[in-house]
């Protein structure tokens, strides 16, 4: 719960910070741009709104976890999909960018709010699937955490924002590791982790030589 609080925060206030020319810069996500990114936590910030407040029936058992929540693909994202390029249409209609930082920094914060006054061993609903409300806002960490990494990627200048801290970065590793299931090699970094285990990134062929077998089962593209 306190890892969704700073990853979701430090998420926000990097977006408030960005220079209007960033927002038609590339984003780490296939087909957008940093302003598609950014309607996307828009959307986002929503889902945590209707699932915290929509608790499942009595006597229902849960039916994943923070790591099963989340599922695995071996085909990367192309953009093409209709919600994605509904995104880029919501996005574009904004016209400016602080129409689309004000609009997240108001939804963001009464979802950041909400996380804060929820219960976590309360079970809730979303996408046909029932979990704790920690282990859904504990998912996000990861959600929250590359989406963090996305935003910067295509930047020219990545400092102009700060980067996820360092506690989260660490917190969606692991999280990762358990997703896998495997742990990726010490000398990687919690960054290289999640943009190598993701596909974000290529590795490098030292890279590849340390993942062995782990290698061959990469990306792990999660959505």
Known sequence: MDLFDRSWAALRTAVAELPDSAFDQPSGCAGWLVRDLVCHLVIDAQDVLITLATPAGDGA?????????????????TGDDPLDALIVRLAAAYQEPELLKFHLDDVGSAAGRAARLADPGARVETQGEVLTAGDYLGAYVLEWTLHHLDLVAGLPDPSVVGAPPAECLAGARALLERIA?????????DTDVLLVGTGRRAPTAAERDDLGELGGRLPLVIG
Do not use: L, R
């Open 181 to 189: 299931p495997a742990a990726f090699p010490a000398g990687f970094s």
């Open 61 to 77: 058992d849960t039916t994943v976890d923070s790591v099963t929540y989340w599922k695995v693909s071996d085909e990367p994202p």
